[in-house]
């Protein structure tokens, strides 16, 4: 069984095109067609890299990235983004209020996939320490998405400020999905623990990465516009680092361009100032470095075909030409 087939009809049984629910349409637009399932995949991988059955952690794989694709949902209407991976935000195609009560629906279907676990012989206490981690991941997501909120316009913020906003954002739910995974699955508290922190030091070069697209990659490949994160006045790793490598006159001409009323010509000026100082390649180093502590995190479990795919799976936050495919997903997806 292809894992990826395996999750996509998953998706499909969890909400079936037809039954008349106001929230199947939009809530099908904003999941389906599936994109790379990274953290479904995170989930499943993690459960087989100690020992379990696809079958039986698949609805929670798939019920994370419900909930993964509600935050999309909702930040495309904070970021007032028109478009998600090159086709029309929700909110653009179905309305503001939709948006709202269908992000908030999928975040509920997160929990409700996760109980469903129980029917595919996953013991209940592992369901409720499951639940708990996916409860504080999912109240840390808010915190994160709430710093961020706080931090536009901010170009005083520190990069640690920064770092931590990503840990929550990003990275806690990645560290979630590999968590949940293994605590599903039984494993030992030590196995939880790498796996937990592989996650997060692979979410946080993830979200690293997708800070340096608005400035180094063509639109298409971000599948949003790369204006966002400059009309949103968002202090990104790259921009601080240009904001600290930068001659005085260039960190004045760096806040003048955030209050700039052209969103175009404020893009360039701050992307012509990350090139010039070497901001992109110095960002590009941290998210490297991330990734390295990853790869020691996972170096702390047995070797396997699983532990092979999650350490693969780092390569596509640091390739040049990010974002590079996913490793092949057919090895050891079935269950033994």
Not at 228 to 248: E, H, W, Y
Not at 275 to 302: V, Y
Request: glycine share 8%.
């Amino acid at each position: 069984m292809e894992l990826v087939a395996c999750l996509e009809r998953e998706l499909g049984r969890l909400l079936p095109a037809e039954g008349g629910t106001a929230i199947g349409p939009p809530a099908h637009h904003a999941l389906l067609p599936a994109g790379k399932l990274l953290r479904p995949l995170l989930v499943v991988r993690s459960a087989l890299a100690v020992g379990g059955v696809v079958e039986r952690v698949v609805p929670a794989a798939v019920g994370l990235e419900c909930a993964h694709a509600g935050s999309l949902v909702h930040d495309d209407l904070i970021d007032r983004d028109a478009f998600r991976r090159g086709r029309a935000a929700v909110h653009e195609r179905f309305g503001m209020g939709a948006a709202i009560v269908t992000g908030n629906a999928l975040f509920f279907i997160w929990f409700e996939a996760l109980a469903e676990c129980a029917s595919r012989g996953v013991p209940n206490a592992r369901i409720v320490a499951a639940a708990r981690v996916q409860a504080r991941a999912g109240r840390e997501v808010c915190e994160g998405a709430a710093r961020e909120l706080a931090q536009a316009g901010d170009l005083d913020t520190t990069v640690a400020d920064y770092l931590e906003m990503v840990r929550l954002k990003t990275a806690v739910l990645m560290s979630a999905a590999c968590r949940i995974g293994a605590t599903l699955a039984g494993a030992t508290a030590p196995r939880i623990a790498a796996l937990a922190a592989y996650g997060e030091a692979f979410g946080t070069a993830f979200q690293i990465r997708d800070d340096l697209l608005p400035y180094t990659a063509d639109p298409h490949l971000a599948g949003k516009p790369l204006g966002s994160d400059v009309r949103n006045l968002r202090p990104t790793l790259p921009v601080l680092l240009a904001r600290d490598r930068g001659t005085p006159i260039q960190r004045s001409e760096l806040r003048r361009a955030f209050t700039s009323r052209s969103v175009l010509q404020r893009h360039a000026i701050v992307r012509e100032m990350i090139e010039s100082t070497g901001a992109a390649a110095a960002a590009a180093g941290t998210a490297e470095e991330h990734a390295d502590q990853a790869r020691a995190h996972l170096a702390r479990l047995p070797d396997s075909p699983h532990r092979e795919f999650l350490a693969a799976l780092i390569g596509t936050t640091t390739a040049s030409n990010f974002p590079s495919p996913l490793p092949d997903t057919s090895a050891g997806s079935t269950p033994s």
